[in-house]
Each structure stands twice: as C-alpha cells, then as structure tokens.
C-alpha cells in the first residue's frame, strides 16, 4: 500500500524560504513520477512541480519557475520542494502525489496516490 507523508508547512512572512517534505513508502518508486499540488481555499488544485524519481527530471509549473525547486532523496525515499521568495499567493495546502507515469503531467487526475497535505501560509 502506498503511503506518502508530506511535513515542513507552516506559517512565515513574505520573502521567507520553506522545504517541504514528502516520506513515501510501500513500495519501489524507480518507475513513478511524484509531484507536488497546492489547493488555496476556494480554488482547484493547482500543479507545481512534479520529477521522475529514477533518472531525477523534473518538470514545473511556469509560475512556479525560479522560486520553487523540486528534488529527492532516494536513501530517504524522500521528495522536496524548496520555496524561495513565498508570496501571500502561494498560501495553500500542498500535496504529494505520486503515479506509474510515462510523462509528466499537470493534471491532478492523472495521480493515484495522494498524501494527506500540509499548510503552508504565507503572511504580508
């Protein structure tokens, strides 16, 4: 069964840094694709940054180029994203998703597993 924990949200002012965390588990992860999703109150969930976890490409969002910056881990089993430069607009829940996937895709729909998210607010 395929667990991701996502960790490293909270609270921080604007031009503040954060890394979030994503702990997968349940099985080999040499042929997924994982990615990071945010959701803001009121909106649908949005794509970030996403990285085949075998080779280490990476694949983002235009809006998110330059500030954000995906990674991972493989003695860890473990996917970052690191976030320069927050915004008030990047306050969100983010997610970790994970799938089997040729391609890299923005589409939430395209994802299987999902962790259960992390908060990350960004104050002015």
């Known amino acids: 069964q395929v667990q991701l924990v996502e960790s490293g949200g909270g609270l921080v002012q604007a031009g503040d840094s954060l890394r979030l965390s994503c702990t997968a588990s349940g099985r080999t992860f040499s042929s997924y694709v994982m990615a990071w999703f945010r959701q803001a109150p009121g909106k649908e969930r949005e794509f970030v940054a996403a990285?085949?976890?075998?080779?280490?490409?990476?694949y983002y969002a235009d809006s998110m180029k330059g500030r954000f910056t995906i990674s991972r881990d493989n003695a860890k089993n473990t996917v970052y994203l690191q976030m320069n430069s927050l915004k008030p607009e990047d306050t969100a829940v983010y997610y970790c998703a994970a799938e089997m996937l040729s391609g890299f895709f923005r589409s939430s729909s395209a994802y299987a597993y999902w962790g259960q998210g992390t908060q990350v607010t960004v104050s002015s």
């Open positions: 990285i085949r976890w075998s080779e280490g490409n990476t």
